[in-house]
């Protein structure tokens, strides 16, 4: 079988056999889609860090690498189509995935499976990572119109994005493996996303502070996504992030969009996941993270 780096002409291939394994494991329908794989590979180097099973023409299997700058642990997914487990593929991924980790300088790596993945799960355990965090995707499908939000909340001006960058960076202050970025590169990221639309990214400001901030994007999971939204510590406990929130679902919702979907961590800090619980959302899948030390 062959390999090879991922490229940018594959990603539909790739998210169709990515649907079909969800599929597969949670027995409902994907609604991955190609916005989605392109955001979580917006800091891979593909040429060295990405890697491509093929089988006659078929994708048989995937896997990439990254490690996030200011932080001493690499980050992996490698996904094996149902009908080429059990041939090494996905343990050949695992090897792989160390091996440009300790290149790169990772003292640690972590690991990413659906938890529904007992197989992946088992695999990944036999090679010494250990069960460190999970994380939910959470889903609200909404059938009627919400109601506006009860705080003031705008869109962001083009010549404020410094100051929401770092709104959002000092919110994530006190998250797991949180590292700031700096704007150039994060906003390089962001501006080369096909995805971009800066009509969805919103804020609640208090005087000429940026209280807090949310990032949304159109396209992603079949619908809606908050790929962001954070309250700075002096602003917390006022409504804040629920107002973001609710006003995000109705925007989406006037476009169009009922659903809407978001990623958290299942042992926040801030309750956040108890919140999203109370706007209406429900958790639709689970992550599991594995880590294991390099040195």
């Known amino acids: 079988m062959k390999s090879r780096p991922i490229t940018a002409d594959d ?53 990439w690498m990254d490690l996030t700058a200011g932080s001493d642990a690499a980050f992996a997914v490698g996904v094996v189509h149902q009908r080429w487990k059990g041939r ?9 995935s160390e091996t440009r980790a300790r290149a790169r300088g990772a003292a640690r790596m972590h690991q990413v499976a659906l938890a529904a993945d007992s197989l992946g799960r088992d695999l990944i355990c036999s090679h010494g990572y250990v ?63 096909p995805n971009l639309d800066l009509s969805l990214w919103f804020v609640i400001r208090d005087g000429d502070e940026i209280a807090a901030a949310t ?15 954070g309250v700075r510590r002096p602003w917390r406990g ?13 925007e989406f919702f006037e476009r169009g969009v009922p659903r809407v979907t978001l990623g958290v961590d299942a042992q926040n800090p801030t309750g ?9 959302m429900h958790v639709e899948m689970e992550n599991v993270v594995f880590e294991k030390p390099l040195t």
């Open 131 to 193: 069960e460190i965090r999970r994380f939910y995707d959470m889903a609200i499908e909404q059938t009627e119109r919400p109601a506006p939000a009860a705080l003031p909340v705008e869109v962001v001006h083009e010549d404020e994005l410094r100051a929401f960058h770092a709104a959002l960076d000092e919110a994530f202050q006190d998250h797991w493996e949180h590292h700031s970025t700096p704007f150039e590169e994060w906003w390089g990221r962001h501006s080369a996303n």
């Open 88 to 96: 090494g593929i996905g343990a050949e991924l695992l090897r792989r």
């Open 238 to 250: 006022k409504g804040y992030a629920k107002a973001l929130l609710l006003h995000s679902f109705r």
């Open 272 to 280: 956040a996941t108890q919140l999203y619980e109370r706007v209406g």
């Open 11 to 63: 990603y539909e291939r790739v998210a169709a056999m990515l649907r079909e394994e969800e599929q597969d494991l949670l027995g409902r329908e994907s609604r991955l889609s190609v916005n989605d794989l392109r955001e979580w590979l917006s800091r891979t180097d593909l040429e060295d860090d990405s890697w491509l099973y093929e089988d006659d023409g078929e994708v048989a299997a995937m896997g």
């Open 215 to 229: 990032r949304n994007e159109a396209n992603r999971n079949g619908g809606g996504y908050i790929g962001m939204i």
